[in-house]
């Protein structure tokens, strides 16, 4: 194998498997990582639970892909990769055991569609007939069985990815990165190999990172936030998208988080004064607040009531807060604000303004004119706005050591 193809194989594809790998097949990998990128700014202490998918989020340049670098060998880094307990991080990387899909497929030019499926059975030691019959089944899954005898340069960017796709599962991998790997596909496409994905990376371990959240909820187990280079947050699904720490997390879920300072707490409700703009927010309390202390208000746009109180000028000063009773059920702040972003969600519109938002019909936007510069008013409901405790305090990240005794639990849109 020339070094060309051996960095191709393992940074788009499935290395060549032997005594040397880090990974036999078959089995769920214990993936330890603690690396240093100074480069990039990049310092991170991962140990994602093995025969688990961890979805890997955060912001442009937070070091997701630097990370799926750094374990596959793309990227050189400091520190330690181990698999199964073995260091890996001076090994090639077509020889770590570790398939990484990048965003944009890597495909052999000189090989045929059924060729690249098969190579990584082949090097494995496969005869070329069982090769074969294992890259046409994954071909015919991922629906692109019509393509195994044309060349790379005779598809479309799509049609690619289900093939870089293909060729990654192929050598049964029980360590899989993946980097955005639908981002080059159409909904339709998108959507069928994601269920797919679902069955045949079941019981691996596998590190996924995407900006969709369909991918995070169609696929992942676990999710790993990622802000400047560091870990900001990691957990359970479940957890992190029900009390995520980072604005970016909130927005991935159509939602608005602020950070700030707790005003008082009353029962079950609580105050809150925003740290940008030092507005008071009146929400649900969560145990671990305390006046004084950082919180978090995690507010849902569709749940704001907005009225258009005029264009563009002066902004009223906010009604005074009815400190008489802020905890009360029916207690709204409210806040008058202008305009200062409007995007498309969904089918919805999200306006942006001090802080706020609001979420309304495109049809509303339209007739009332409401533009960027526009006042408008803004109308919370505490019974929809969570606070919950900030600073320091997340939801308990993965341990950066291997845990042997844990057991696996059960862009550009180019034509596909």
């Not at 980097?179 to 069955?199: G, V, W």
């Not at 590190?207 to 999710?223: G, I, K, R, S």
């Not at 942006?352 to 979420?359: E, I, M, S």
Request: glycine share 12%; aromatic share 2%; proline share 8%.
């Amino acid at each position: 194998m020339t070094a060309a193809a051996a960095a191709a194989a393992g940074a788009g594809g499935t290395g060549p498997a032997g005594p040397a790998d880090a990974v036999p097949p078959g089995r769920a990998a214990r993936l330890d990582v603690q690396v240093r990128v100074p480069t990039r700014d990049v310092h991170l202490a991962v140990a994602p639970r093995p025969g688990r998918i961890t979805a890997v989020i955060g912001p442009n340049g937070a070091g997701k892909s630097t990370l799926l670098g750094a374990i596959s060998g793309a990227v050189p880094a400091r520190g330690s990769v181990a698999v199964e307990g073995r260091e890996i991080l001076a090994l090639p990387a077509h020889r770590r055991g570790v398939s990484h899909l990048r965003q944009d497929p890597v495909l052999f030019e000189h090989l045929s569609v059924l060729e690249n499926v098969a190579f990584g059975p082949r090097a494995a030691g496969r005869g070329r007939s069982a090769a074969h019959r294992r890259a046409r089944a994954l071909l015919e899954e991922v629906g692109a069985a019509e393509l195994a005898p044309r060349r790379p340069r005779e598809i479309s960017g799509g049609q690619a990815q289900r093939v870089a796709i293909a060729r990654a599962l192929a050598s049964d991998p029980s360590l899989v990165l993946l980097d955005e790997p639908f981002a080059a596909l159409d909904a339709e496409a998108s959507t069928h190999l994601r269920a797919l994905c679902a069955r045949m990376l079941q019981g691996r371990t596998v590190l996924l990172v995407t900006h969709d959240l369909l991918d995070v909820l169609v696929l992942a187990d676990d999710v790993l936030v990622l802000e400047g280079g560091r870990i900001a947050q990691a957990g359970e699904r479940s957890a992190v998208l029900a009390r995520p720490r980072t604005g970016y997390a909130a927005h991935l879920l159509g939602k608005e988080l602020l950070p700030g300072t707790v005003e008082e707490v009353a029962g079950d409700r609580a105050v809150l004064r925003t740290r940008d703009h030092g507005r008071l927010v009146a929400g649900s309390a969560e145990a671990g607040l305390r006046a004084g202390g950082e919180a978090l208000v995690l507010l849902d746009p569709a749940a704001v009531r907005l009225e258009h109180r005029g264009e563009a000028g002066a902004v009223p000063a906010d009604p005074a807060p009815r400190r008489d009773a802020p905890t009360g059920a029916d207690v709204a702040t409210t806040h008058d604000v202008v305009i200062e972003s409007l995007d498309r969600v969904g089918a919805g519109i999200i306006v942006r303004g001090g802080g706020l938002a609001a979420q309304i019909a495109p049809e509303r936007a339209i007739a009332e004119r409401l533009g960027i510069g526009s006042t408008v008013r803004m109308i919370l409901d505490p019974v929809r706005s969570a606070i919950y405790p900030g600073g320091d305090e997340r939801d308990p990240a993965p341990s950066p050591r291997p845990h042997p005794d844990r057991a696996p639990r059960g862009r550009d849109r180019r034509g596909a």
